[in-house]
């Protein structure tokens, strides 16, 4: 970097700061959105590299899966519910990108994430994306995606009606709720695919596996699912 490009980015810097997303400390490079000691503090999982692990046993009898994973374990009041928020609430966008990269290079990483034809995002109903301006799922797949090399499908597999908020509702009460609500527009584009589910947070697993259930019935599909959180119940 010559001199002037320097002095350019120390102003850059001075007049609109990039800080960390998690503690808002001041940040050099603007290619990181959390800072050394944040990242060291995201509790990640290591799910992607252990068959059998808690995501693939949440699915166990319900739906069969090649593989599952989700990156980091959630706890309320903790710098990851922050992330989400950001993300969902906030709009910071590019937050979201940067957690779905981290967790792509550890499908690549885990060797079990092989042979993927599409990333999903888990659909939401149209008029709560119009609200929010986006779909969270879609954004962390994109990052997926980046680190994956892998092209995300949107908009082919869908939630065809509006479903109540899953939050404090048990696991067959959840499954009740979202029972019918997806479905898939064109399966002949997944026939024969490898797909990868993705959602922000996996809790009891029941709007993944409603949403799988309907991606599984294209003849020849299989499934993998990968979540940026995994929530106890």
């Known amino acids: ?41 995201l509790p990640h999982t290591q799910f992607a590299y252990f068959p059998g692990n808690d995501i693939e046993r949440v699915f166990s009898g319900r739906m069969p899966l090649k593989a599952g994973h989700s990156e980091f374990y959630f706890t309320k009041g903790q710098l990851l519910q922050h992330l989400i928020h950001l993300l969902k609430y906030k709009g910071e966008q590019d937050v979201g990108i940067f957690l779905g990269e981290m967790t792509g290079q550890t499908l690549l990483k885990s060797g079990r994430f092989q042979g993927i034809d599409y990333i999903v995002p888990m659909p939401l109903y149209p008029d709560k994306e119009f609200k929010r301006g986006f779909n969270q799922a879609a954004v962390l797949g994109e990052g997926i995606s980046k680190a994956m090399q892998v092209p995300q499908l949107i908009g082919e597999v869908v939630r065809q009606r509006a479903t109540e908020t899953q939050t404090k509702k048990h696991r067959t009460e959840r499954w009740e709720n979202v029972r019918d609500g997806f479905k898939v527009l064109h399966p002949e584009k997944l026939q024969g695919k490898h797909i990868l589910l993705v959602d922000d947070v996996i809790t009891t697993g029941a709007s993944m596996e409603a949403c799988g259930a309907i991606i599984l019935e294209c003849p020849g599909a299989s499934l993998s699912v990968a979540s940026l959180a995994h929530a106890d119940k």
């Open 1 to 41: 970097m010559s001199l002037l490009q320097h002095i350019v980015s120390d102003v850059i810097q001075m007049l609109y700061p990039h800080t960390c997303r998690g503690c808002g400390r001041d940040m050099l490079s603007r290619d990181q959105w959390l800072c050394i000691r944040c990242l060291s503090d």
